[in-house]
């Protein structure tokens, strides 16, 4: 009697790794996309505020940063809308579309932080070899004197939060509709606030009060864990989520 492999191939993709991969590709699209369109703009931008205004020193790139959050918020809650309901359809479960997402919005958070990080560096690198100088009007930990690695995590943790909270904001318009999603808005987009608060009073900056100067990993710290409660409040949101038949 011969035996026959019986075996599922072993290359076979499962549902959250298979979820990861085509969410991500489609984020990185855009993602290249938006940076093409962005720095193009950026270097305008700089060119105009040291020719016009007169300001030779300003890390004008960094501005972006509002771009970088709030583009990958809306495509978050885009996301939702479109695919939670096509992964069920597919035999997917609710519980794999909360980690895939999830999983998905912190790697694409944390790329765009990550590039621009790079194109501050790079900014800074050519005003230095121009002579000019590269000072940081827009920040909340992080100056021109402190360390990559402050304004890297800075940057990730900005716009790590704002993808997780527009999954939330996007989750709960599923469970709950429009009118109550709308008035769900300060608690379901707050995470970002209150991020933008807690390390601008480290930083010094913001609407509340600024804590005694000290090392800033404390606001970070807690900036993580505004991250990870969105996440996990995101996460029971979707798995209670009932998908009804679309309106003929």
Do not use: K
């Given at each position: 009697?011969?035996?026959t492999a019986t075996a599922a191939p072993a290359d076979r993709t499962g549902p959250l790794r298979h979820t990861v991969t085509r969410?991500?590709?489609?984020?990185?699209?855009?993602?290249?996309?938006f940076w093409a369109c962005s720095?193009?703009?950026?270097?305008?931008?700089?060119?105009l505020v040291d020719r016009v205004l007169g300001v030779d020193d300003a890390a004008v790139v960094l501005y972006a940063r509002h771009a970088?959050?709030?583009?990958?918020?809306?495509?978050?809650?885009?996301?939702?809308?479109?695919?939670?309901?096509?992964?069920?359809?597919?035999?997917?479960?609710?519980r794999t579309f909360a980690r895939a997402t999830v999983l998905v919005g912190v790697g694409t958070g944390a790329a765009y932080g990550v590039v621009l990080t790079v194109l501050a560096v790079v900014e800074r690198g050519v005003r230095t070899a121009?002579?000019?100088?590269?000072?940081?009007?827009?920040?909340?930990?992080?100056?021109?004197?402190?360390?990559?690695?402050?304004?890297?995590?800075?940057?990730?943790?900005?716009c790590v939060v704002g993808n997780v909270a527009g999954l939330l904001v996007g989750a709960v318009?599923?469970?709950?509709?429009?009118?109550?999603?709308t008035l769900a808005l300060p608690f379901t987009a707050g995470p970002v606030f209150l991020v933008?608060?807690?390390?601008?009073?480290?930083?010094?900056?913001?609407?509340?009060?600024?804590?005694?100067?000290?090392?800033?990993?404390?606001?970070?710290?807690?900036?993580?864990?505004?991250?990870?409660?969105?996440a996990a409040a995101?996460?029971?949101?979707?798995?209670?989520?009932?998908?009804r038949p679309p309106n003929p």
């Open positions: 009697m011969s035996a969410l991500a590709a489609a984020n990185l699209t855009l993602l290249v996309w720095v193009p703009v950026v270097v305008v931008a700089s060119v970088a959050i709030w583009f990958p918020f809306s495509q978050a809650i885009a996301l939702v809308a479109l695919y939670l309901r096509v992964h069920v359809a597919a035999g997917m479960t609710r121009l002579g000019r100088g590269w000072r940081v009007t827009d920040g909340f930990l992080a100056d021109e004197s402190s360390p990559l690695g402050l304004l890297l995590a800075e940057l990730v943790v900005c318009y599923q469970r709950w509709g429009a009118l109550r999603g933008f608060a807690l390390l601008g009073a480290a930083g010094g900056w913001g609407p509340l009060p600024a804590v005694a100067p000290g090392p800033p990993w404390p606001a970070l710290g807690w900036s993580v864990l505004v991250v990870a409660l969105t995101y996460a029971a949101v979707v798995r209670r989520t009932e998908l």
